[in-house]
């Protein structure tokens, strides 16, 4: 049971995450290397942990797709549940900013908003802004768990756009498809 959602033991996990800026820092401050310092900064071992604690036995993996890491975790478990391959499932994601660098860099590319603001799919719209979140979500079969009431994931959907404007830039016909398709 997590937060009173009970998971089956087939159960999948996928966590979001990006950037690994902790090993970074530990370079930077030169932190002493431990026999963890691998293992405690990878994100392979970040879901499967997850996993091994509470004994699922579905999918486990970390995804890095930058700014839709978290969306992205949560449609593979879905995805799983709706395939039937996992009764339930765990997304999880985590983006700490903890150096400066990663800020800089993509400032330096331009992709940071002018204004401090991010406009999603508005015209208006400059760049993105880094922030820190962390989250995680319990989902499950409805026909596995008819008793549990509440919120319903009616879909999630992923694309990759191919070729658009810039890294940061949406395309608007991808996009439009991946909603009417």
Do not use: W
């Not at 930058?66 to 949560?74: E, G, R």
Request: include cysteine; proline fraction near 3%; glycine fraction near 8%.
């Amino acid at each position: 049971v997590v937060s009173g959602v009970p998971l089956h033991h087939n159960s999948s996990v996928a966590v979001g995450m990006q950037h690994q800026e902790y090993i970074r820092k530990m370079h930077t401050h030169r932190v002493t290397q431990t026999a963890y310092t691998a293992t405690g900064n990878a994100g392979s071992v970040g879901s499967g942990r997850i996993s091994f604690m509470y004994g699922f036995t579905g999918l486990s993996l970390a995804i890095d797709t930058a700014c839709s890491s978290a969306f992205v975790a949560l449609a593979t478990v879905s995805c799983q549940i709706k395939a039937e391959t996992a009764f339930s499932g765990l997304s999880a994601s985590a983006n700490l900013i903890l150096i400066p660098d990663t800020t800089g860099c993509i400032n330096m590319a331009n992709m940071l908003a002018y204004d401090g603001r991010c406009k999603t799919l508005d015209m208006t719209a400059s760049g993105y802004v880094r922030s820190e979140a962390c989250n995680s979500t319990a989902i499950h079969s409805a026909t596995a768990f008819p008793e549990l009431r509440g919120v319903t994931l009616l879909a999630a959907q992923t694309n990759q756009d191919g070729r658009s404007a810039l890294i940061t830039a949406p395309s608007g016909p991808r996009q439009t498809s991946l909603v009417t398709d």
